[in-house]
């Protein structure tokens, strides 16, 4: 089958041919149906030689989609032939955290060498894929893979990271998203749908910002260094209720802590290696800062259950899996507006 992999440090991602893959006892065959192109995916291939944690080549991909192809043996649950999404951060299953649906926080995983399939396992970018475990499928029930698969990834973390705050984000709250891509623009349609806080979103390119517009953001305001004072002065000078910095480079990261307000939330969501000084008087008093991860097996099921609803409309562009470096390439260079889908059948 061909495969998507990232084979050598610092090497661009290249299609090659591999066996396909059959699926051991407890495991499950998915013939990929479409497969999202992250962000992370760029940071994993920047990173130095030594700190990787997982050996190459790796088959990316940590958002699938597809129909199950086979069981092996002992799996039971879904049957030939079912259209699934993957939940990505696989855990241990058992621990304290797993057993509360949160693997995106296994307290195990790392000590058992368990990694996510495209971020250590073999991905979804691909033919087939192999997942580890049935617990680890949520049936698509209606939902087409393409616009749905990002949902594993680009909306399940931004609804994660938004569940968190619902509390603050009461009638008269404004909710600030840095950065509209992947994530980014399911967040603003995540916020419309489950909150009435006024979202202000925040890019760097007027294709960006039409992107936030045109999915419900109230305002969008361009990520320079007047920034904050815009959205200060959108605020009447409050500042945010909660702020989802999707970027989380050094820049963004000043911006979020200048435009938080008074007992609001700090969502550092991208990895772009920032830091955000917390000490009294740094921020206004009681901001809460946290850092969230991916997203629980329940998030997951009820950010598919928001799309059932119609309540989120995923923008992609789609590419076949021989111009899947292509889609990496143009991710890189912030040409991609929504999300990249690979899609296997289309090569
Ligand atoms: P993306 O490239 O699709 O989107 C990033 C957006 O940020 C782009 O629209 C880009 O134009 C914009 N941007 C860049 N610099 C900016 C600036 N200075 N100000 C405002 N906007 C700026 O990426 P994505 O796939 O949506 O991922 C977003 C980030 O989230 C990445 O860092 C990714 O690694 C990270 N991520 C984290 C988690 C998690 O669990 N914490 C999960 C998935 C992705
Ligand atoms: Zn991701
Ligand atoms: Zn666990």
Redesign the pocket.
Known sequence: MKAVQYRAIGAAPEVVTVPTPEPAPGQVLLKVTAA????????VMGMPAGSLGFPLPLTLG?EGAGTVAALGDGATGPAVGDPVAVYG?WGCGTCAKCAEGKE?YCLRAARLGIFPPGLGAPGAIAEYMIVDSPRHLVPLDGLEPVTSVPLT??G??PY??IKRSLPKLVPGSTAVV?????????AIQLLRAMTTARVIA????ED?LS?ARAVGAHEAVL??AN?AAEVRELTGGLGATAVFD????A??LA?AGAVAGTESDVA?????GGTLPVGFGSLPYETSVS?????SRSELIEVLDLARAGAVDVHVETYGIDDAPLAYER??A?E?????VVVPEAA
Do not use: E, M
Not at 178 to 186: E, F, K, P, S, Y
Not at 291 to 295: D, E
């Open positions: 999202g192109v992250c962000h992370s995916d760029i940071a940590h951060p995106n990834d680009a399940l973390t994660h990271a840095i950065g509209t891509g992947g994530l980014g623009h399911v925040l890019d760097v390119t960006k992107l990520s320079d920034a999707f970027v989380g480079a820049p963004t911006t550092i969501v991208g990895i772009g850092s969230p991860y991916w997203g991710l890189h912030g991609i507006n929504g999300r990249a």
